[in-house]
């Protein structure tokens, strides 16, 4: 039924579920699954900054933070897992890794959280959904 399943996460309390949501489905079918855990880390063009912040480094921390916390929910779950990151447009990239990577499901959260979520027009969840060439799972 699923061999390779993709988890995009940001951690949100949804993405959280999906982890866990992903786990399961990966347990309850008796056949080696793979899963793929995805932060995407969306780049905010600024032309001039007023105050002096390292973007780079807050934003390397937060994807730290963010994947540190699903490793510690599949390290125990005895499920085969990678970690993976990209830099960009969110739905976009989702769609991308799924295809390169085959796999044949995304489970994701259907709400996010983030300075990108509150910037961007349009819902990630929603953009994957049209855009991915397999099946999305969205979780609440």
């Given at each position: 039924?699923?061999?390779?399943?993709?988890?995009?996460?940001?951690?949100?309390?949804?993405?959280?579920?999906?982890?866990?949501?992903?786990?399961?489905?990966?347990?309850?079918?008796?056949?080696?699954?793979?899963?793929?855990?995805?932060?995407?880390?969306?780049?905010?063009?600024?032309?001039?900054?007023?105050?002096?912040?390292?973007?780079?480094?807050?934003?390397?921390?937060?994807?730290?933070?963010?994947?540190?916390?699903?490793?510690?929910?599949?390290?125990?779950?005895?499920?085969?897992?990678?970690?993976?990151?990209?830099?960009?447009?969110?739905?976009?990239?989702?769609?991308?890794?799924?295809?390169?990577?085959?796999?044949?499901?995304?489970?994701?959260?259907?709400?996010?959280?983030?300075l990108v979520s509150e910037?961007?027009?349009?819902?990630?969840?929603?953009?994957?959904?049209?855009?991915?060439?397999?099946?999305?799972?969205?979780?609440?």
């Amino acid at each position: 039924m699923y061999n390779h399943i993709l988890i995009p996460v940001d951690g949100s309390q949804q993405a959280s579920k999906a982890i866990d949501h992903a786990i399961g489905l990966a347990k309850a079918i008796n056949q080696p699954i793979s899963l793929s855990v995805l932060h995407v880390t969306g780049r905010v063009p600024m032309n001039e900054a007023f105050v002096y912040v390292d973007v780079g480094e807050m934003l390397e921390e937060e994807e730290n933070e963010v994947l540190s916390a699903a490793v510690h929910k599949l390290r125990d779950s005895g499920v085969a897992y990678n970690l993976l990151r990209a830099d960009g447009d969110p739905s976009t990239l989702i769609c991308r890794t799924a295809k390169e990577r085959n796999c044949d499901l995304i489970v994701m959260g259907s709400r996010g959280i983030g300075l990108v979520s509150e910037i961007l027009i349009g819902s990630v969840s929603h953009g994957v959904a049209q855009h991915a060439h397999c099946p999305v799972l969205l979780v609440k």
